[in-house]
């Protein structure tokens, strides 16, 4: 229940800021789960979440400064966190970054949790997904790309493809 408890709340206000256009009136609903969390020690704890990464420490920031929850961040790679989550069964952390495949795999192994966020059918569907045999779930909150900025001008031979 804390694992899920936490994971709603930050994925309600995550979801409260960027789908702030899509999502109904929650603040009652994150209030309660904001209290619910800190009686049960106001920490998230995340793994590959560190506050140089992905605005991760602004919004964690954020986070604390509006509900009074406090980010303890073990900063990992992918695999590493897999690894992790799958020795611990996942019982010690409740939000963790990882690459798609690896949450993937996180879910077929049944590590993450079946709740899905309210905006889950507005996601494109290769950025969600749902195990058919341990009813996890993973989703994508971001997604990055690669690509070339050229200045024309000095660059005579533009790339097109990777070589």
């Given at each position: 229940?804390?694992?899920?408890?936490?994971?709603?709340?930050?994925?309600?206000?995550?979801?409260?800021?960027?789908?702030?256009?899509?999502?109904?009136?929650?603040?009652?609903?994150?209030?309660?789960?904001?209290?619910?969390?800190?009686?049960?020690?106001?920490?998230?704890?995340?793994?590959?979440?560190?506050?140089?990464?992905?605005?991760?420490?602004?919004?964690?920031?954020?986070?604390?400064?509006?509900?009074?929850?406090?980010?303890?961040?073990?900063?990992?790679?992918?695999?590493?966190?897999?690894?992790?989550?799958?020795?611990?069964?996942?019982?010690?952390?409740?939000?963790?970054?990882?690459?798609?495949?690896?949450?993937?795999?996180?879910?077929?192994?049944?590590?993450?949790?079946?709740?899905?966020?309210?905006?889950?059918?507005?996601?494109?569907?290769?950025?969600?997904?749902?195990?058919?045999?341990?009813?996890?779930?993973?989703?994508?909150?971001?997604?990055?790309?690669?690509?070339?900025?050229?200045?024309?001008?000095?660059?005579?031979?533009i790339p097109y493809k990777w070589t």
């Amino acid at each position: 229940m804390r694992k899920l408890l936490k994971v709603s709340l930050l994925v309600c206000a995550i979801a409260g800021s960027v789908f702030a256009s899509i999502v109904v009136d929650y603040e009652a609903y994150v209030k309660e789960l904001a209290q619910r969390a800190r009686t049960e020690g106001g920490v998230i704890n995340t793994y590959g979440m560190p506050e140089t990464w992905a605005n991760y420490g602004e919004i964690f920031t954020r986070f604390y400064e509006l509900y009074g929850i406090v980010q303890e961040d073990i900063d990992m790679g992918s695999p590493v966190v897999l690894a992790r989550m799958t020795e611990e069964n996942a019982s010690k952390n409740d939000v963790a970054d990882l690459k798609p495949t690896f949450a993937i795999l996180a879910a077929a192994r049944g590590l993450t949790s079946d709740y899905c966020v309210s905006c889950w059918e507005l996601l494109p569907e290769n950025q969600r997904g749902k195990d058919p045999n341990t009813g996890s779930v993973w989703y994508t909150a971001y997604w990055g790309t690669i690509g070339w900025l050229v200045n024309v001008d000095m660059v005579k031979s533009i790339p097109y493809k990777w070589t």
